[in-house]
């Protein structure tokens, strides 16, 4: 699995478009709305924002790493001779999880930087460290939604599939317009996405409040029935056609 | 090996049709047959990427989900595609520690003719040299058994004769070998046994020379004024004579052994063709269709296979 985890980053990594496209997204969206005076939820623009992008590029580089290039590779049976090879199922799915999740970190150390610099933003050590673990560990559920489309769409419609997905959680999550601000329907739609949560957390985090269980059990909510989705999709696969 | 296994896709195709075969241990067996004959979906039910709609499929007295986490089958799928981003050699060196490092590195990038281009990234290469890189990927767990599903199929003449010499090397080893294709003449050079398949059903099953043998049957076609049925029937190895005015159509077992005889008979004969013969008549014969590789259908030929096909019968005793 170790093997198999270090082959897929470094195929990754030589892939540096990608990584710098996934990442240029949020830090431009930061660069122009960081400077911005005011303050929200008791943050400053610049915390406030750190958050938000935080999140949408830890969203997005989660579902990217994993999602379009396990729907080609479905495709073009490069997943068909790795099924006849001695891997397992589980050491699969590990190893693609946690190549989703060092995937956020380039995304995050950037804007972080960003944020200290540019941004003029002071968090106390304590709470950035904590902002960082939230974010790292709380997008994993992205992760085995970036599994989930890449099992269900093929090659052409993963794409479209996963920006959509990103698109609406990071509308309805509240992270690109306040939650509040948004029709009351929708809020409540809002309320349940992963998304909503994440960004939930993050803020208590940078504000030092409490963290608030619920969001934490909402997250992993999330990534047990992603997983399982996952799961089913990809014993029907390999049991069927 | 293979007991009794149907496969039905989408409860209307049937790719294999209560389909029975054995493979010794070492034996390199050849699965030959048309397009659409069902040799991918019989290679990829003894991979585990298929389940059977009915009977039982065993490989080295397991089920295959237990040989391939064993490690101890190895394939080249039709279809096998290969990971963008990734170096000829990090691929290799990947498969090699699936496996356990139980080849070299070195004997691998060898074995598979691909040592010049280790260091290229694999969106680099051309189809043939994709399908070596998965011949090797095949390769690296050193396999007790092999399935190749038609894998020349990108290869020019001269990489498809030294993978065929890699083959021979892997099988003298004492791999069992079991590799499909509708090359005629590959199946004749490398297998010590064929398996004729055709429309989900097993058309005939034999080593090369019975195949062959069957397939000397030749037609031989010539004009004389006034022939003369019955006599030409008494000629040795005969089994068929149709006359159609001054034409005469004779199909022999051993053109050989009629020929000579046919000239003691004194008869006058005009414009004499011998034809048939080779293991793609044979295909074709067997499989009672023209979708083989080099499938000659013209009209004249109708007739011929149609007589053949009776004969077909036979082969498959023979099996």
């Given at each position: 699995m170790i093997a198999f985890l270090r082959f897929e980053i470094v195929r990754t990594l030589r892939n540096a478009r990608f990584l710098i496209m996934l990442i240029a997204f949020p830090v431009l969206l930061y660069l122009i709305y960081a400077k911005q005076h005011g303050t929200s939820q008791g943050l400053t623009v610049a915390t406030l924002l750190l958050v938000s992008m935080a999140v949408y590029s830890g969203m997005g580089s989660a579902m990217f790493a994993s999602g379009p290039q396990l729907a080609r590779e479905r495709h073009n049976g490069w997943m068909r001779q790795l099924r006849i090879s001695p891997i397992t199922t589980p050491g699969w799915f590990a190893a693609k999880l946690v190549q989703s999740v060092l995937m956020i970190i380039p995304g995050l150390a950037v804007l972080v930087v960003l944020a200290l610099t540019y941004g003029h933003v002071h968090l106390a050590g304590g709470r950035l460290g904590t902002l960082v673990v939230i974010i790292v560990v709380g997008t994993i559920p992205f992760c085995a939604a970036g599994l989930v489309i890449g099992l269900m769409f093929d090659s052409q419609t993963a794409q479209v599939a996963q920006m959509i997905t990103l698109l609406v959680l990071a509308f309805l999550g509240g992270i690109f317009i306040s939650w509040s601000s948004l029709p009351s329907g929708m809020q409540t739609v809002g309320k349940l996405l992963p998304s909503y949560h994440l960004a939930q957390l993050g803020w208590n985090a940078a504000a030092g409040r409490p963290l608030g269980m619920s969001h934490v059990a909402a997250l992993a909510a999330w990534t047990v029935g992603l997983g399982a989705i996952a799961a089913w999709r990809w014993r029907q696969e390999s049991t069927a056609a | 090996m293979f007991h009794n296994v149907t496969k039905v896709y989408n409860g209307?195709?049937?790719?294999?049709?209560?389909v029975n075969f054995e493979i010794p241990r070492g034996a390199t067996v050849a699965l030959l047959g048309p397009n659409g004959a069902g040799k991918s979906t019989a290679i990829d039910t003894m991979l585990g990427l298929r389940k059977p709609t009915s009977g039982e499929v065993r490989v080295l007295g397991m089920t295959p989900a237990a040989a391939v986490a064993a490690g101890k089958i190895g394939g080249m799928v039709q279809t096998g595609g290969l990971p963008d981003g990734a170096k000829v050699s990090e691929l290799i060196a990947l498969f090699r520690q699936l496996y356990h490092g139980r080849r070299s590195q070195a004997d691998l990038l060898r074995l598979a003719g691909l040592t010049d281009i280790a260091d290229r990234r694999v969106e680099q290469l051309s189809g043939g040299q994709t399908q070596r890189v998965r011949f090797a990927l095949a390769l690296a767990g050193r396999p007790d058994l092999l399935f190749l599903d038609e894998p020349t199929a990108a290869l020019d003449v001269e990489a498809r004769r030294s993978f065929w010499q890699s083959v021979q090397a892997i099988a003298g080893q004492g791999t069992t070998v079991l590799f499909a294709t509708h090359y005629l003449d590959e199946a004749d050079a490398n297998a010590s046994r064929i398996i004729v398949v055709s429309h989900g059903r097993i058309m005939a099953d034999g080593t090369p020379s019975q195949i062959k043998a069957y397939t000397s049957v030749r037609t031989i076609r010539f004009s004389t004024p006034a022939p003369h049925t019955s006599a030409l029937l008494r000629l040795?190895?005969?089994n068929e004579v149709v006359a159609s005015g001054e034409a005469v159509t004779i199909r022999s077992g051993d053109a050989d052994a009629t020929l000579p005889a046919l000239y003691a008979l004194g008869m006058p004969v005009r414009g004499l063709e011998v034809g048939g013969g080779g293991l793609e008549e044979a295909l074709i014969a067997l499989t009672g269709d023209g979708g083989v590789a080099a499938g000659a259908a013209d009209l004249g030929e109708q007739a011929e296979r149609a007589a053949a096909v009776t004969n077909s019968s036979d082969m498959t005793r023979v099996g």
């Open positions: - | 209307r195709v049937t790719a294999l049709d209560h040795p190895r005969v």
